[in-house]
Nanobody, 128 residues
Framework: VQLQASGGGLVEAGGSLGLSCAASGRIFSSYKLGWFRQAPGKEREFVAHKGYSGSPYYGNSVKGRFTISRDNAKDTVYLQMDSLKPEDTAVYFC???????????????????????WGQGTQVTVSS
């Protein structure tokens, strides 16, 4: 499985950016697709995740501003980022985690360690 993220760039505060991540290989319904971000000197932070169906789940810092969506036919996950703030500046990573039936809690999939596959990262810079 390979993940290819794209769409980062430079935007002014209050603006919008969209990211996409295309998966090659057999992702289909058995994987949760998520977005994480990492700013310099900080730990990797959960942004959002979404399963094959069902509701998305967001980190508190992006709730109400970011929207994750998934095109299952294309094995692609998207992240629409609105009302961007300078503190959203980071490298954004997409990732895929196998869905484990015994771990249905959304919080479980906020942990980077449960994701088996990672994209290469794309830089998002928000200027003030």
């Amino acid at each position: 499985v390979q993940l290819q993220a794209s769409g980062g760039g430079l935007v002014e505060a209050g603006g919008s950016l969209g990211l996409s991540c295309a998966a090659s290989g057999r992702i289909f319904s058995s994987y949760k697709l998520g977005w994480f971000r990492q700013a310099p000197g900080k730990e990797r932070e959960f942004v959002a995740h979404k399963g094959y169906s069902g509701s998305p789940y967001y980190g508190n810092s992006v709730k109400g501003r970011f929207t994750i969506s998934r095109d299952n036919a294309k094995d692609t996950v998207y992240l629409q980022m609105d009302s961007l703030k300078p503190e959203d500046t980071a490298v954004y990573f997409c990732a895929a985690a196998p869905i484990r039936a015994i771990f249905s809690d959304n919080d479980y999939y906020t942990r980077p360690s449960v994701y088996d596959y990672w994209g290469q990262g794309t830089q998002v810079t928000v200027s003030s």
